[in-house]
């Protein structure tokens, strides 16, 4: 009797379970929309500015701005982490801003100091990054015919 049913070949996946049709999913591109201020030491130290903490390919428009003083103030090396590596995407000096434009977006770090980070200089870093970033997610959504 045992055998009979190892015999009967392999089942069918359902196409729906508990009445949720599996097979329906529905892709949703999403905003992340964010500003934040920038104020660090200029010490050279990379700070970390964005981390991607869920399983996401963030890729868009970063805008990092440095309002410190243009005559004595600290450049900011941006470091960008993707799905490639870790590279040095752009030096933004004082009193100007630059567009960085990512893809798989992981990370984004913030260093500042003199003569393109390799001298700390006195004082702090100002300035901010604005995220203009979009992302996609996976949605299952529900049989319409059992829709109220």
Same mark, same amino acid.
């Given at each position: 009797?045992?055998?009979?049913?190892?015999?009967?070949?392999?089942?069918?996946? /359902?196409?729906?379970?508990?009445?949720?049709? %599996? =097979?329906?999913?529905?892709?949703?591109?999403? =905003?992340? &929309?964010? #500003?934040?201020?920038?104020?660090?030491?200029?010490?050279?130290? $990379?700070?970390?500015?964005?981390?991607?903490?869920?399983? %996401?390919?963030?890729?868009?428009?970063?805008?990092?701005? *440095?309002? $410190? *003083?243009?005559?004595?103030?600290?450049?900011?090396?941006? #470091?960008?982490?993707?799905?490639?590596?870790?590279?040095?995407?752009?030096?933004?000096? /004082?009193? $100007? $801003?630059? /567009?960085?434009?990512?893809?798989?977006?992981?990370? %984004?770090?913030? @260093? =500042?100091?003199?003569?393109?980070? &390799?001298?700390?200089? /006195?004082?702090?870093? +100002?300035?901010?990054?604005?995220?203009? %970033?979009?992302?996609?997610?996976?949605?299952?959504? @529900? +049989?319409?015919?059992?829709?109220?």
């Amino acid at each position: 009797m045992y055998e009979d049913k190892c015999e009967e070949g392999p089942k069918h996946c /359902p196409e729906e379970i508990k009445g949720m049709d %599996l =097979c329906r999913k529905k892709e949703e591109m999403k =905003c992340f &929309k964010h #500003c934040a201020p920038i104020s660090q030491p200029c010490d050279c130290h $990379s700070y970390n500015h964005f981390t991607s903490r869920a399983n %996401l390919e963030f890729s868009g428009l970063i805008v990092v701005k *440095n309002t $410190s *003083n243009p005559t004595g103030g600290c450049s900011m090396e941006v #470091c960008v982490t993707d799905g490639c590596g870790t590279d040095l995407v752009a030096v933004v000096t /004082p009193g $100007s $801003s630059v /567009p960085v434009f990512v893809e798989g977006l992981i990370s %984004l770090d913030i @260093a =500042c100091g003199r003569e393109g980070c &390799k001298q700390p200089g /006195p004082g702090t870093c +100002n300035g901010e990054v604005i995220f203009d %970033l979009e992302y996609c997610t996976t949605k299952y959504v @529900a +049989n319409h015919d059992e829709c109220c």
